[in-house]
């Protein structure tokens, strides 16, 4: 089936640490994102990709950093620049071309500074 | 900048109650409109959407018209069941190769038997 696979589903970091977060989609979209999301509050855009080896940055991207070799793929690395990494993380991606296209999510992925 | 509001929940019903949850949106241009659902633990699935004014998304009971004139795209389910229960986001897109889709807040819904 095709679909969006985020991993790990939960992970815990010591402080300092960086930790990368996998994104793998086979549905064949250009364009993928990476969203936080925070209790109470909505997802805020942190990077995003319209095509391989190019990104760039969302609304919070300060103490993340992205690669996009492949197509396929779209990690995310928090790195220990980043003071509150404590949250959920969704993986998205949609196929640019067309119109009235739509974003698809992964089903996420815990992160927990310990 | 563009923007949703949702309501603030969370919202408590009992089964069979009628659900509604206002969403209203600010922007530039003339967005598309979403609503996703997520379910405890999980990522954000698409409920429905609408590409232009009048139009009515709707999926497993669940129901949105966007109207232009009052900049709304309020969610509707006549009956809601105790599967019904998550959390349910207002997102808005400018264009079809906007990158960004801006979010509302959320809205907690907990459906009781």
């Known amino acids: 089936d095709g679909g969006i696979t985020q991993s790990p589903k939960y992970l815990f970091r010591k402080e300092g640490q960086n930790v990368t977060l996998s994104c793998e989609q086979n549905?064949?979209?250009?364009?993928m994102y990476w969203y936080r999301q925070d209790p109470g509050q909505g997802l805020r855009l942190i990077y995003y990709s319209q095509i391989v080896n190019d990104f760039q940055k969302g609304d919070i991207a300060e103490g993340y950093s992205v690669s996009r070799e492949k197509k396929e793929s779209f990690p995310l690395t928090v790195t220990s620049a980043q003071k509150n990494p404590t949250a959920f993380y969704l993986c998205a991606s949609r196929n640019s071309r067309g119109t009235g296209n739509t974003i698809y999510f992964g089903e996420g992925s815990w992160l927990t500074v310990v | 900048g563009d923007s949703v509001t949702q309501m603030e929940g969370p919202v408590t019903l009992s089964e069979e109650a009628f659900l509604t949850i206002n969403c209203t949106y600010t922007?530039?241009?003339?967005?598309?409109l979403f609503w996703y659902v997520q379910y405890p633990g999980e990522g954000l699935q698409l409920l429905l959407k609408a590409t232009k004014a009048d139009d009515k998304g709707s999926n497993k009971g669940f129901e949105a018209t966007y109207r232009k004139e009052t900049t709304s795209f309020h969610l509707e389910k006549g009956s809601v069941q105790v599967s019904d229960s998550a959390v349910y986001f207002c997102a808005l897109r400018l264009g079809s190769n906007d990158y960004k889709l801006s979010f509302g807040a959320g809205t907690t819904v907990t459906v009781r038997a």
């Open positions: 549905l064949n979209h250009d364009a």
């Open positions: 922007a530039t241009g003339y967005p598309s």
